[in-house]
C-alpha cells in the first residue's frame, strides 16, 4: 500500500484583531510570508498588477509569499489578520505559481477558527506599527517565531489543524486559476526555494540561469520583478537570516558559520553581515545570544 504523506507545514508569525483606519495606506508591499485577511466590517482594497480587490465583510483572502500589491484603506476597516510562514520541506510552495490574490466567502467554521487561533496565541500583535516596512525585520521575526517553540504542544498542534484547514480553502481555486502571460515562469519561481535548502553551496547567477536556460541578465531582471532584489543580494539576505538563527540558537564560531553559508572566508561574510544588520557578527552575537 502506497501511503500518502502530508508534506506541508506552517509557521505562525502574526495573528491579530485590528481595526484600521486611512493610515493604513502601503504601496509595494512585497512579503516573504502568507498573508490571510477575515474581514468582518468596513472596506478596503487590495491592488495587484492591474487587478483591484474589495476587502469586504464575510470574505477571507490570500496574498500568498512574495506577491507585490498595495494595501489601501479610504475609511475604516476592521479584519482579522495571519502572517505565516511555509516550511518548504522540498523547496516548493503550495502556491509557488501563483502570485495574485485569493478571495473565498467565509464559513461559520472559518470564522470560528480565526477566532480561536488568537485565542491560542496570545502575543502574537505586531505592537511596533502597521506599517510592513517598520515590522518585516528578521530579527522580529525570530522573536515572533519563537513563541512557537515555547508553545504547549497540544495548541501547536490544534494551530498547524486551522492554519491547514483555511489554507485548504484556497487550493481549489490555485487549480482554476488561468495562466498569466506575463507571470513569471514557475521554474524561476522554484529557484527560490532551490537557493533556501542549498545556501551552503556555490550559488552564482551564471549556474542559476543554466538550470533554467535562461540567460544571467534576464534572470536577473525576473528575480527583481518576483523579489524586488538581484539574485545576489536575495541570496546574501538569505544568508545572513540563517546566519542570524545559527547565532542567536548555536555555539558555533563565526568562522563555522561563515563557511556553513557558502562565504569564502570571515572577512567577506563580517562584510556582508554589517551591510545587512548594521552590526558585525560578532556584536550581534554580543546583543542576541543566550549561552546553552
Known sequence: MIRRVLKESFVLLHIDHVRLDD?????NVLSPYHRLYFID??????????????L???????????????????GHLSQYFIHFFEDLGDGFSLFHNSNTVF???????????????LQINPGRKIN?????????????????????????????LETQGILL??????????????ADPCSIPSNVVDLLGF????LGKTLTVNNLAKMVNLHPDYLSRLFVKLTGQRPLSYIHNKRIERAQHLIVTTDMSLTQISEAMGFDNVQHF???????????????RDQHHTPA
Not at 466590517?41 to 474589495?54: A, D, E, N, R
Not at 483555511?166 to 487549480?175: G, M, W, Y
Not at 537557493?195 to 542549498?198: A, D, G, P, T, V
Request: proline share 6%; charged share 20%; hydrophobic share 30%.
Open 23 to 27: 493610515k493604513w495606506n502601503y504601496r
Open 41 to 54: 466590517g468596513g472596506q478596503g482594497l487590495i491592488c495587484h498588477k492591474k487587478q483591484t480587490w474589495t
Open 56 to 74: 469586504e465583510p464575510g470574505f477571507i483572502y490570500l496574498i500568498p509569499a512574495f506577491t507585490l500589491c498595495n494595501l489601501n484603506c479610504s
Open 103 to 117: 478571495k473565498v466567502r467565509a464559513s461559520d467554521m472559518d470564522i470560528g477558527n480565526f477566532k480561536r487561533l
Open 128 to 156: 511596533r506599527s502597521d506599517n510592513p516596512r517598520i515590522y518585516e525585520k528578521q530579527a522580529y521575526y525570530q522573536e515572533y517565531e519563537q513563541l512557537n517553540n515555547v508553545q504547549p504542544y497540544d495548541l501547536f
Open 165 to 178: 484547514q483555511l489554507v485548504s480553502k484556497f487550493l481549489p481555486l490555485k487549480t482554476q486559476q488561468p
Open 195 to 198: 537557493i533556501q535548502i542549498n
Open 270 to 284: 563580517s562584510k556582508v553581515f554589517k551591510k545587512i544588520t548594521s552590526l558585525t557578527p560578532g556584536r550581534y
